[in-house]
Nanobody, 117 residues
Framework: QVQLVESGGGLVQPGGSLRLSCAAS????????MGWYRQAPGKERDPVAS???????NYPDSVKGRFTISRDNAKNTVYLQMNSLKPEDTAVYYC???????????WGQGTQVTVSS
């Protein structure tokens, strides 16, 4: 059973930065595809960034150039560096893991990010 634990959320002013971490355990991290999603109140959960086991990354236009996803297979951890934060980035951020070609995925409990002055 894969377990994911996010950390690093908090309150930040517009224009500021945060780095989120997601530590994985119970699986083979190096072959997992990892992703970050976010959910604002009253809205759907949307993808923010993803990284494959081969380190290919993908971002929606809303965060491209501001957010960077990375992974450290030695630490079983995926990161989300968020720069130039905007109030509309306020949401609960979730980490997701899955094995490509195998049904099912795993989610963390989420970490709150609030961008406000």
């Amino acid at each position: 059973q894969v377990q994911l634990v996010e950390s690093g959320g908090g309150l930040v002013q517009p224009g500021g930065s945060l780095r989120l971490s997601c530590a994985a355990s119970g699986g083979i991290f190096s072959i997992m595809s990892m992703g970050w999603y976010r959910q604002a109140p009253g809205k759907e959960r949307d993808p923010v960034a993803s990284i494959t086991s081969g380190f290919r990354t993908n971002y929606p236009d809303s965060v491209k150039g501001r957010f960077t996803i990375s992974r450290d297979n030695a630490k079983n951890t995926v990161y989300l560096q968020m720069n130039s934060l905007k109030p509309e980035d306020t949401a609960v951020y979730y980490c997701r893991a899955n094995y490509v070609g195998i049904e099912g995925d795993y989610w963390g409990q989420g970490t709150q990010v609030t961008v406000s002055s």
